[in-house]
């Protein structure tokens, strides 16, 4: 079994900054693209950022310049530093994995989802 676990989110006023956090667990042979997606109320879930296993990253670009995303491969994880926050970035913010376990199956995993409210 593998799961992805989420955390970090919470209430942050805008201009504010919060980190979030994404750890793989489980049968997992290797991790080829790990990243964070968002969901608004009422909108469709959009990508905001993506890493690979050789540390190409993809930014959406309303965020570009005020997220960052790294991850520690020994770790299984992933994380997002959000600065300069506006009330726009409110949204449920997902944890997805494109995977292989050691059965060689290979599919994309997503966690539960952490919610992010920016508002004064």
């Known amino acids: 079994q593998v799961q992805l676990v989420e955390s970090g989110g919470g209430l942050v006023q805008p201009g504010g900054s919060l980190r979030l956090s994404c750890a793989a667990s489980g049968n997992i042979f290797n991790i080829y693209e790990i990243g964070w997606y968002r969901q608004a109320p009422g909108k469709q879930r959009e990508l905001v950022a993506t890493?690979?296993?050789?540390?190409?990253?993809n930014y959406a670009d309303s965020v570009k310049g005020r997220f960052t995303i790294s991850r520690d491969n020994a770790k299984n994880a992933v994380y997002l530093q959000m600065n300069s926050l506006k009330p726009e970035d409110t949204a449920v913010y997902y944890c997805?994995?494109?995977?292989?376990?050691?059965?060689?199956?290979?599919?994309?995993?997503w966690g539960q989802g952490t919610q992010v409210t920016v508002s004064s």
């Open positions: 890493i690979t296993s050789g540390s190409s990253i």
């Open positions: 997805k994995a494109k995977m292989a376990t050691f059965q060689a199956i290979v599919k994309d995993y």
